[in-house]
């Protein structure tokens, strides 16, 4: 009979109705989203794909144990009762990361030194040794999870954060995450028959994200797994999953564009591109935004422009809105336009009415996607109050 387990997969807040559709197409089951992510059971297989194929998932967390908690103690032994060395080797670097929502007990950091401390007196125990901690690079990472009166056990199957595809070798500022930029492409309704544009392009997260879904590539084809490394691994399986990606990947050409304003940014770009094999795919421009011109008659426009942080920011920002407005109007009829900012005002500003505003999450940011369709002469409104 196959094994089934019980996982969990993190992601930026707002993708989670996306992460569902997902992981029931990788096959999924008892799937429920919770806030910042969706629990998800199935065989072991199951978290192979999730991992390969997921585009908005952070992690995978395979589900351990859950068990009522009152002091610190508890904590310790719901570590050392756990079968580790069944799970990964000794010779394994370990890394222990503690989130608490509502715990009664006061230092995290006193909690993961317990669980460190019951991880390597199970080892000992077993085998007469104890795994070392690496907190930059670790092979095994343990994540506890406290509420109020639980607590939950989980370990990595990913190792790095799952938005870290392999390409991005160079980064402008405040880059967009990846799993991110793929979920608001999603959110978009973009499809990868329409022209795609964006037009403050930064180191080409977008588009990078635009032309993998293009091509039909994986996300995770370009990297390894934490779970490549635990002793249920299976590789020939493992090798006929990625086999069957390869195969499932295209070499259509679609009609996906780029420009920003920086030359600077524009070398990150390319390199980053490069790094995906993607040189292909993506056209890039040296540009202002306001001289922007539409690569085809129709598409998306997605982009991700500067924050402005600092109150002279915010002021230049206030003086450009309205512009890009006018560059939508006058050039981009018939395109629907994305936006995602933390400056609430942004609508306010561009004298537009925002047809669907979503709330989303870069990193801890609270941002808004702005969506404007450009219907000619039909936008021009008093902007929607946030």
Known sequence: MLQIFEFFAP???GLEPILE?????QGAKK???TDGGVAFAGPWTVMYKANLYSRVASRILWKLVEKPYRTEDDIFRMARDTEWADIFAVENTIKVTVTAVRSPL???????????????DRFRLKCGNRPSVDTKEPDMRIHLYLSDKMATLYLDTSGEALFKRG??????DAPVRENLAAGILSLSGWTPEQAFYDPMCGSGTFLIEAAMIAR?????????????QMRMFDDNFWQAVRTEAKAKELSSNNLISGSDVSSTVL???????????????IQLKQLNVLDAKPPAESGVWVCNPPYGARMDEKEHLATLYPQWATVLKQRFAGWNAYFLTADLDMPKHMRLKASKRTVLFNGPLECRLFEYK???????EKAAKD
Request: aromatic share 6%.
């Open 106 to 120: 006061r230092s995290l950091d006193f909690i993961a030194l317990k669980v460190k401390d019951g991880v390597c």
């Open 267 to 281: 070398i990150h770009a390319k390199a980053n591109i490069a790094a995906a094999g993607l040189e292909g795919a």
């Open 216 to 228: 039909n590539i994986a996300p995770g084809i370009r990297r390894s797994f934490a779970f490549q």
């Open 11 to 13: 992601c930026p807040r």
């Open 31 to 33: 799937v429920k989203v």
């Open 167 to 172: 390409y991005r070798v160079e980064t402008g």
């Open 374 to 380: 450009m219907i000619a002469g039909g936008n021009r």
């Open 21 to 25: 559709q997902e992981l029931l197409a």
